[in-house]
């Protein structure tokens, strides 16, 4: 599965980048593929590995604000692995047409 999600950490001020980026520390040494860009980080794995890291991550953010919100966006698509390179792949192509 592939899971886009985003933590925001409320009531800590403007600047919400260094409890984010521990969001991403999470993700990153959990060993799953995933990526990061502006809005979301994507991670690929089986539903209980990838739910624990996006858990785990959200109870980073937690430490440092008094409340959390969570953005998620699932795609289950059994058997299917490799899905967070080659989608992107696909569309490369066809643009490249």
Request: glycine share 8%; hydrophobic share 50%; charged share 25%.
């Amino acid at each position: 599965m592939l899971v886009a999600f985003s933590v925001t950490p409320l009531g800590v001020g403007e600047s919400v980048g260094d409890a984010v980026a521990e969001a991403v520390r999470v993700v990153r040494e959990s060993g799953l593929p995933n990526r990061t860009d502006a809005m979301f980080t994507t991670i690929e794995g089986e539903w209980d590995e990838v739910m624990a890291v996006v858990k785990r991550a959200v109870d980073v953010v937690a430490e440092a604000a008094p409340r959390v919100s969570v953005v998620l966006k699932a795609d289950i698509r059994p058997g299917v692995t490799g899905a967070l390179e080659s989608k992107v792949a696909h569309i490369e192509r066809k643009l490249a047409e």
